[in-house]
């Protein structure tokens, strides 16, 4: 049981990096255009670090889940019944923070783009925080996070 609640617990943790490291290969784009080479790395780097982090993100948020359903099925801790996290809003503090990063990341791209402000370098920077937002918000609202959390305050043991 053990060896399933920190392979739980590694899980999202590895689905939270995988996120981050895809939503950060869109601020590559602000480098393009300063050199060929660099261009060239770039166009072919970008896609390759986004879709492997995407792949890896949904790796791990699908063996967690998988872990999860068997823990319940253990008998040993309670069954967790509730939505997704794409539709659950603040259901957690992390949770919470993501929402409101989505939000304000949201509002001021659109204000941005509205007004035609840093076309390239800030915009980016909007689209890199709204994007991450959204998968940190399925994330960390989501079914497995929470039930990560009523693990963490039943105080389980993740010792192996």
């Excluded at 609640?5 to 943790?13: E, G």
């Excluded at 602000?30 to 770039?42: A, G, M, P, Q, T």
């Excluded at 889940?65 to 509730?82: D, T």
């Amino acid at each position: 049981m053990r060896r399933w609640l920190k392979a739980y617990s590694n899980s999202i943790t590895f689905s939270i990096v995988f996120s981050f490291l895809s939503s950060l290969s869109i601020l590559s784009i602000v480098f393009l255009n300063k050199s060929e080479v660099l261009d060239n790395v770039l166009r072919i780097a970008f896609p390759i670090v986004f879709w492997l982090g995407l792949a890896g993100e949904q790796f791990f948020i699908w063996r967690a889940n998988s872990i999860r359903k068997s823990i319940e099925k253990s008998g040993k801790f309670r069954k967790f019944k509730s939505g997704i996290g794409v539709i659950s809003f603040l259901r957690t503090e992390a949770g919470l923070i993501a929402d409101v990063v989505l939000a304000l990341s949201l509002i001021t791209l659109l204000i941005l783009i509205g007004f035609g402000v840093g076309e390239n370098v800030v915009q980016y920077i909007f689209i890199f925080l709204l994007v991450l937002s959204f998968r940190m918000h399925c994330i960390l609202n989501g079914k497995n996070f929470r039930y990560k959390k009523y693990l963490a305050k039943r105080k389980v043991d993740y010792d192996v």
